[in-house]
């Protein structure tokens, strides 16, 4: 018993550690996407032992140019707007080989297609992350933000 407790105690020191965060590995902050036109959305988790399982990726794209943001997704909260909804679906992951760091190596491409009537101006990639951490498990919902510039076909 002492032993499973802690082995438990363990997994969820683990847990708080190694949180499955993800990174949007590709595009770069500020690269030029052509509206009408399809890009790589490259999300990337680090490959750790901890226990999680994934559920979970929604991609949205917002302009910065419309409202609310007006020119300024800065003076929002763009974690709140989703815009777009481009993908909504599994996060399933999986091992790459090539010459960038491990933790960057353990991901999932998704070719998405920017709206041919998407506002030209710059943009904001959101990625909503869902997976399921821990022995409990609990379930763990975390955001991410890139910004992009839109360009017209
Ligand atoms: C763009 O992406 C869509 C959806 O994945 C795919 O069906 C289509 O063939 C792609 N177009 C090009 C030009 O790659
Ligand atoms: C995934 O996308 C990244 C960024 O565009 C690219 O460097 C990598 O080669 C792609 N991986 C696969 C397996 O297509
Ligand atoms: C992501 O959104 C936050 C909150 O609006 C903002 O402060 C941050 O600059 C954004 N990050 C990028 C890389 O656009």
């Not at 226990?51 to 003076?75: K, M, R, T």
């Not at 909804?85 to 599994?90: E, Q, S, T, V």
């Not at 710059?122 to 379930?139: C, D, K, M, T």
Request: charged content about 10%; some cysteine; glycine content about 6%.
């Amino acid at each position: 018993m002492m032993f499973m407790k802690s082995i438990f105690a363990l997994a969820a020191f683990a847990t708080a550690v190694y949180a499955q965060s993800v990174t949007i590995a590709a595009p770069v902050e500020g690269t030029s996407v052509t509206a009408g036109q399809n890009f790589t959305v490259d999300i990337a988790r680090p490959n750790t032992l901890s226990p999680s399982q994934e559920v979970a990726v929604v991609i949205g794209l917002v302009s910065c140019s419309e409202a609310p943001f007006n020119g300024n997704c800065a003076s929002f909260d763009v974690s709140q707007i989703f815009g777009t909804i481009l993908y909504n679906g599994p996060y399933t992951p999986t091992l790459h080989n090539g010459p960038s760091p491990d933790f960057i190596d353990f991901y999932q491409n998704f070719t998405l297609t920017v709206p041919s009537w998407f506002t030209p101006g710059s943009a904001s990639l959101n990625v909503a992350h869902v997976s399921l951490i821990g022995a409990g498990p609990f379930p763990d919902l975390e955001v991410k933000n890139i910004t992009l510039n839109v360009v017209a076909a």
